[in-house]
């Protein structure tokens, strides 16, 4: 394909992509964000207004213009809490959920509020608010789920569980600044984050001088492997992943002359991509091209073609969220030609709607899909809760909090619980499977491919399926 039929494809793309952004679809996302008129959430003045168990709105956009009964019921609460007067803050927050349930931030603040002043045990969540604000959504979903649920049952040995929002942007250094700041807070007692690879691995030696356990639920990179003592993952690392798409490709797509696209300037893209390299050529297969797709000529049209001529057979697309937009040329571009694989940052609303009937039968790997395991505990609580599917992130999320509050039962300090989480008989219950960790902090467990098919459980015709295996 010619640069010059390359750009009424990807003019196309610009504006279903705008599109998507004004409108969003993906169930449980937020629509038409709400103001609220918060100088302390909306400038991030400084590391300290980062940071809040419900004396200030840290994720705004969770709200809707057309629910101003929430809007106002949350704010009352946040002013409550602020003014330490729990009982208020506990009668508005229970208010805004009547009218909104699906707001984690809330039931979080509301869970804290029932706590006020009584004995707690404090875990931090680290979330990118403003560069992904549906993202941080998704990761706070599972954190209050958990956090009711372990509140509900008792607390740790009949304590409550306390959680502290951090807002990071997924910027390395606001990350780093912040793990300090929780380092020398000596109530709480282990963290959940970052999002980013990148982001993660840059607090992580914050965590590990400090002696303060951080579990990741996002970052997959394999430089966390190992990476210091008291570094945790509930996500598999790229390692797995790759392996599981290497080996599909390879026995059930019996393909081997392979084209990979990744962005050069990520931890978790660069990752993704040398382990998928390395374990489709221990299977027998070739990478025959790698395409960056942050350089600033890249053309999607043409790396389509240039691999086309090289025989090659399936393209893999280990794009980050920032070049998820190209990735989505890729895949218009292809036309179904090639078969198509990809990493977790694929698996988004945007693939359903930009990549469309281009995207079907595409493969991705991600950690956990609501539909994996029908019979699963948690798929049917969270639908409860939420009003709707949660999606892995969420899932994972869950996962260490729960590993968490497994490890406080045992030890609640901080060199406790890291000594909990690395003991060979730890165990805690997860949102499908056991959490245990290896020595390398690595979980031990599986992935889940999922396909795009046509479905119509999000309204866009088209849906991600799991694989059975």
Known sequence: MSQKNETPVLVLSLLITAGLLGAG?????????????????SQMGSTSDRLSQGERILVPVESRADNPAFAQAKQAGVAAMAAQ???????????????????????????NARIGTNKSYTIAVAVPV??????????????????????QAGGVKGVPLKVAIVSDDNNPEIAQQMANILVQKPEV?????????????????????????????????????????YIFRTVPSDYIAAGALA????????????????????AYSQSLKSEFS??????????????????PDFSAATAVDRSLKQGV?????????????????????????????????????????????????????????????PSSVFAGKSRSLW??????????????????AAALQRDPTRSGVQQALLSPDFSATGAAETVRFLPSGDRNVGIQLVKVSRGDRFGSGFDFVPIQR
């Open 25 to 41: 679809f993906w169930l449980l996302m937020p629509r038409s964000p709400i103001s609220f008129n918060n100088p302390i959430a």
């Open 189 to 229: 007692l282990g963290v959940v984050g970052h999002y980013a690879s990148d982001v993660t691995l840059a607090a992580a030696s914050v965590y590990n001088t400090g002696g303060l356990v951080c579990i990741s639920p996002i970052s997959t990179t394999v430089k966390l492997s190992g990476f210091g003592k």
């Open 85 to 111: 007067q729990y009982g208020q803050a506990v009668t508005q927050f229970e208010s805004a959920l009547q009218t909104s349930r699906n707001s984690p931030e809330t039931l979080l603040y509301l869970n």
């Open 130 to 151: 403003s560069a992904d604000p549906n993202g941080s959504l998704e990761i706070l979903r599972g954190v209050a789920q958990a956090q009711s649920e372990v509140n």
């Open 313 to 373: 057979k399936a393209l893999m697309l280990a794009p980050n969220t920032g070049t998820l937009d190209k990735a989505l040329q890729v895949v218009q571009v292809n036309q179904r030609r090639m078969s198509l694989l990809a990493g977790d940052d694929v698996y988004a609303p945007k693939t359903l709607e930009v990549g469309g009937q281009q995207a079907v039968d595409m493969v991705i790997s991600v950690p956990w899909h609501i539909n994996g395991n």
């Open 247 to 266: 080996d599909y490709t390879v026995k059930t797509l019996q393909q081997k002359n392979i084209a990979v696209f990744f962005n050069s300037q990520s």
């Open 278 to 295: 390395r374990a489709i050529a221990l299977a027998g297969g070739q990478v025959s091209g790698e395409y960056d797709l942050s350089a």
């Open 387 to 404: 009003g709707g599917d949660v999606n892995w992130r969420t899932a994972i999320s869950y996962d260490a909090v729960q590993a968490l």
